[in-house]
T-cell receptor, first 112, second 115 residues
Framework: GNSVTQMEGPVTLSEEAFLTINCTYT??????LFWYVQYPGEGLQLLLK?????DKGSNKGFEATYRKETTSFHLEKGSVQVSDSAVYFC???????????FGSGTKLNVKP | GAGVSQSPSNKVTEKGKDVELRCDPI?????LYWYRQSLGQGLEFLIY????????KSGLPSDRFSAERTGGSVSTLTIQRTQQEDSAVYLC?????????????FGDGTRLSIL
């Protein structure tokens, strides 16, 4: 079946540090992969996505590359800011995009 | 409204009671999803509506759960004979079409607590 596993948090970094949040998946078929973000007091919102192998999604300085060989979609940012503090969710959708499977979320705390 | 609206924002009820949760999607969005987020867990897919097609109910955890979408707009998730394990945040999301090309827009959720 389909599932998503992401690293447990919280992750605490200093401002301008490099960020990696690991995400691996199990899927049948050809899933699309997503990162969603939930800022404090706000609803979930799409951060970036990749719909096929080797695609790179990017937004707001964040990047993630769809790696089929390692079944991974790790989220990276070269220099985090305090405003990036949020909970990040990795997700996949199955062919036809009817269902989404979410990871348990990783809380990121960025300290000034 | 500008975003997905869910009501109530919080609901506390006794075990065994029925509850109804409401979702008002963004106007014009044909796809609507319900998810459940238990404490410390990811989002669990419950049900998906797309236009006038039959909904995908495969994520509903038991026959106590049901959902409908009237007129292709507002959706109601009903939980009958609630149990303590039903306590969670219930999230609704809508998108313009299928989510392959359009992002899902999430509501703020209903926090359900079963005493």
């Amino acid at each position: 079946g389909n599932s998503v596993t992401q690293m447990e948090g919280p992750v605490t970094l200093s401002e301008e540090a490099f960020l990696t949040i690991n995400c691996t998946y199990t899927a049948t078929g050809y899933p699309s992969l997503f990162w969603y973000v939930q800022y404090p007091g706000e609803g979930l919102q799409l951060l970036l996505k990749a719909t096929k192998a080797d695609d790179k999604g990017s937004n707001k300085g964040f990047e993630a590359t769809y790696r089929k060989e390692t079944t991974s979609f790790h989220l990276e940012k070269g220099s985090v800011q305090v405003s990036d503090s949020a909970v990040y969710f990795c997700a996949l959708s199955d062919y036809g995009f009817n269902k989404f499977y979410f990871g348990s979320g990783t809380k990121l705390n960025v300290k000034p | 409204g500008a975003g997905v609206s869910q009501s109530p924002s919080n609901k506390v009820t006794e075990k065994g009671k029925d509850v109804e949760l409401r979702c008002d999607p963004i106007s014009g969005h044909t796809a609507l999803y319900w998810y459940r987020q238990s404490l410390g867990q990811g989002l669990e897919f419950l049900i998906y509506f797309q236009g006038n097609s039959a909904p995908d109910k495969s994520g509903l955890p038991s026959d106590r759960f049901s959902a409908e979408r009237t007129g292709g707009s507002v959706s109601t998730l009903t939980i009958q004979r609630t149990q303590q394990e039903d306590s969670a945040v219930y999230l609704c999301a809508s998108s313009r079409g299928d989510a392959s090309n359009q992002p899902q827009h999430f509501g703020d959720g209903t926090r359900l607590s079963i005493l």
